[in-house]
């Protein structure tokens, strides 16, 4: 069974905090994607991977970098948090444009 | 660059009633079109896409949408709802002749709301 994880389903953090999602997939997929997720706003994409070591930006990427050193990780990384960043987070991997997704972090920044 | 309008960011309905959820999207040459559903506190989950064929498509819990091209519509229907329907749906759509990464343009959100 295809299966996403991440690594915290809650997380508060304070501002200025350096901060680090962790998502896994088990599928063997060469894209992977990070997504927030706000009321009204629907999923906008941070970043994604479409192989290792290589990203590229979607469509909200500042404030945030990522990694991509295995195939089946793919880690988000707040620099320096800000309580603009309160949000769920969502990762998801895909092959031909089905995409999986894990249970989301909800991130508050405080 | 591809958006998708979902035009109710709330429906509420009584149990056993139809409804539907209506998705538009920006015209393209060619079009993937997907409804994921959303339970509380839960990741989202695939319902249904249209890929190609024939453009009526099913869920196996009793969803169905409809791809019509010259409205650039995709809209979900039910013709009974239950309880467990509640949840948010998202429509999405992807260009695939024009998509590095096989990435997903998605709609704001329609939260069904039923009500026993």
């Known amino acids: 069974d295809v299966k996403v994880t991440q690594s915290s389903r809650y997380l508060v953090k304070r501002t200025g905090e350096k901060v680090f999602l962790e998502c896994v997939q088990d599928m063997d997929h060469e894209n992977m994607f990070w997504y927030r997720q706000d009321p009204g706003l629907g999923l906008r994409l941070i970043y994604f991977?479409?192989?290792?070591?290589?990203?590229e930006k979607g469509d909200i990427p500042e404030g945030y970098s990522v990694s991509r050193e295995k195939k089946e990780r793919f880690s988000l990384i707040l620099e320096s948090a800000s309580t603009n960043q309160t949000s769920m987070y969502l990762c998801?991997?895909?092959?031909?444009?089905?995409?999986?997704f894990g249970p989301g972090t909800r991130l508050t920044v405080t | 660059a591809q958006s998708v309008t979902q035009l109710d960011s709330q429906v509420p309905v009584f149990e056993e009633a139809p409804v539907e959820l209506r998705c538009n999207y920006s015209?393209?040459?060619?079009?993937?079109l997907f409804w994921y559903v959303q339970y509380p506190n839960q990741g989202l989950q695939l319902l249904l896409k249209y890929l190609s064929g024939s453009t009526l498509v099913e869920s196996i819990n009793g969803f169905e949408a409809e791809f019509n091209k010259s409205q650039t519509s995709f809209h979900l229907r039910k013709p009974s709802v239950h309880i467990s329907d509640t949840a948010e749906y998202f429509c999405?759509?992807?260009?695939?002749?024009?998509?590095?990464?096989?990435?997903?343009?998605f709609g704001g959100g329609t939260r069904l709301m039923v009500k026993p």
């Open positions: 998801a991997s895909s092959i031909y444009y089905e995409q999986y």
């Open positions: 015209s393209s040459v060619s079009v993937y």
């Open positions: 991977s479409y192989d290792v070591k290589m990203k």
């Open positions: 999405a759509v992807t260009d695939p002749g024009n998509n590095a990464g096989n990435m997903l343009t």
